[in-house]
């Protein structure tokens, strides 16, 4: 079954430290994949997506992720953290043929202490 | 530039009422994504229009309905209430039907089934 699994519920840091966030995903065949952000009492926003090519993306607000194949994993990372990081992240994945419906992960909350 | 609109931003029901769930998609998308967020849950993916043509269905009960109409605004109809459909309801919304498209999020609508 097509799944998403994010390892992480609720992350709390300090600002200027760094973050990663695990997403490992299961899905047979070519994918696509994604991580969005959700600020408080906003919509989902795209940070960055990964489609084919180098498998280290950049996004916007300086995210990043990693695609690594072998560990069916998107993990998402930014050097330094600021309060206005605070949000919920979401990693999801669609199928490179399926009509662009994604599969959400859990969603994890990152809090970031002023 | 445009967003995504949702109607209402929330909605509070009785058990057994029916709601109507509204999405506009941002001018000159064509394809509309319908998801569900119950409380603390991973969107799920309910159903999807493109041209005005279901292109995709997931776990949408019986009981729910949607379409898309010649404008591309979508509805969602959701008869026979229960307690276990409240949650939050959005729409995303893409130019032609594909993986690849950024999937454009709308700010969601909250049932409340009391």
């Known amino acids: 079954a097509q799944s998403v699994s994010q390892h992480n519920h609720h992350v709390i840091l300090s600002e200027a430290a760094s973050l990663e966030l695990g997403c490992n995903y299961s899905?047979?065949?070519?994918?696509?994949l994604f991580w969005y952000v959700q600020y408080p009492g906003q919509h989902l926003q795209l940070l960055l997506k990964?489609?084919?090519?180098?498998?280290l993306v950049k996004g916007i607000k300086g995210f990043e992720a990693e695609f690594i194949k072998s560990k069916f994993s998107f993990n998402l990372r930014k050097p330094s953290v600021q309060w206005s990081d605070t949000a919920e992240y979401f990693c999801?994945?669609?199928?490179?043929?399926?009509?662009?419906?994604?599969?959400f992960g859990q969603g994890t909350e990152l809090s970031v202490k002023p | 530039a445009a967003g995504v609109i949702q109607s209402p931003r929330h909605l509070i029901k009785e058990k057994r009422e029916t709601a109507t769930l509204k999405c506009y998609p941002i001018p000159r998308h064509d394809t509309v994504y319908w998801y569900q967020q119950g409380p603390g849950q991973d969107p799920q993916f309910l159903i999807s229009?493109?041209?005005?043509?279901?292109?995709d269905k997931g776990s949408i009960p019986d009981r729910f309905s949607a379409q898309q109409f010649s404008d591309y605004h979508s509805e969602l109809n959701m008869s026979s209430l229960e307690l276990g459909d409240s949650a939050l309801y959005f729409c995303a919304s893409i130019q032609g039907y594909s993986s690849y498209n950024e999937q454009f999020f709308g700010p969601g609508t909250r049932l409340t089934v009391l």
């Open positions: 999801a994945v669609n199928g490179g043929n399926q009509g662009g419906k994604l599969i």
């Open positions: 990964y489609f084919s090519g180098d498998p």
């Open positions: 229009f493109y041209e005005k043509m279901q292109s």
């Open positions: 899905y047979g065949g070519t994918v696509n």
